[in-house]
């Protein structure tokens, strides 16, 4: 088995840096990303809600259809939320 040169060993050692830099650099790209969604989520689950109780408050004729649509999307996304974001926040 031969050994490696003093050089040989600078040469890994500085491809290795190369290597967990370039792997840092995808897990804060990923990080930022995933942050993106999670405000994209709870967005999403704020407006359904919000519309959701207007709707329960307005004196106006909605559709039935409309409102069975954004209670839908409420429950989904309460539910999203609820397993995806508050669940990994802990």
Not at 2 to 10: D, H, W
Not at 25 to 40: D, G, H, I, N, P
Not at 62 to 80: G, K, N, V, W
Request: charged share 30%; hydrophobic share 35%; glycine share 2%.
């Amino acid at each position: 088995m031969s050994e490696i040169t003093s050089q040989e060993y600078l040469d890994m050692c500085s491809q290795l840096q190369g290597i967990l830099k370039e792997n840092e650099e995808k897990k804060e790209k990923a990080e930022s990303k995933l942050l993106e969604y999670k405000k994209f989520a709870i967005t999403t689950y704020g407006v359904a809600r919000m519309i959701s109780n207007l709707m329960d408050e307005s004196e106006l004729c909605i559709d039935s259809e409309i409102m069975i649509l954004i209670d839908s999307l409420r429950s989904y996304s309460s539910q999203f939320t609820e397993e995806n974001i508050i669940k990994w926040s802990e």
